[in-house]
């Protein structure tokens, strides 16, 4: 209610909006939020940050934008543990229930699944977590890969949106971008860059 009422006295006209909030007072929405020091990583009650939404909307004015301000596209926008109280968080803990959207790679589902082991004593250690397959991979790949000046400080939206049309999931897109993954998102990029 804070920020209803921070808007409501900077004069945000409510009804400025459309069906997927696609206008230039989102933009200026955005840029008030950032100057007034809104952690730009914090989450909504489903575990969204202001990135993800952008990124769902395909909103190539905001992404940036974002990103330009720290946004951490490392941040998911599903947790492992959904409950609507702290007694059933508990129990799905306890019983090792939890979820792993299907468009996590198979690598990072098998490293999730050790970690959240219901019984600790399977768990793996940091220097296994560190050591595991999925976490190093690409490391030859970065030994042989082109400068960082042939890498995007930000990407082309455009580019983004084609790779994305094209089938590439959003986040995965996006994380290969941030971390100069070389993977086919990265490859498909480059090509088309």
């Not at 809104?38 to 940050?49: E, P, S």
């Not at 609507?84 to 999730?112: C, D, H, T, W």
Request: with cysteine; hydrophobic share 40%; net charge positive.
């Amino acid at each position: 209610m804070k920020i209803v009422s921070f808007l409501l006295r900077r004069n945000a006209n409510v009804n400025l909006r459309n069906k997927v909030s696609k206008t230039k007072q989102n933009e200026v929405l955005v840029r008030m939020l950032l100057d007034a020091g809104v952690q730009i990583n914090a989450r909504d009650c489903y575990g969204c940050t202001a990135l993800h939404y952008a990124c769902k909307m395909k909103n190539q004015t905001l992404i940036p934008l974002l990103l330009e301000a720290r946004a951490d596209p490392m941040i998911k926008d599903k947790m492992p543990f959904m409950a609507s109280s702290r007694k059933q968080l508990k129990e799905l803990i306890r019983k090792g229930m939890f979820n792993i959207p299907p468009y996590v790679l198979e690598g990072a589902q098998n490293l999730i699944n050790e970690i959240l082991m219901v019984d600790p004593t399977q768990r793996p250690t940091i220097e296994q977590v560190m050591g595991h397959s999925w976490l190093s991979q690409g490391e030859e790949a970065a030994l042989l890969s082109p400068s960082s000046e042939a890498l995007p400080k930000l990407p082309d939206p455009t580019i983004i949106k084609i790779i994305i049309d094209l089938g590439y999931h959003t986040y995965n897109t996006w994380m290969s971008m941030a971390s100069a993954r070389f993977d086919d998102a990265m490859a498909t990029y480059c090509i088309l860059k």
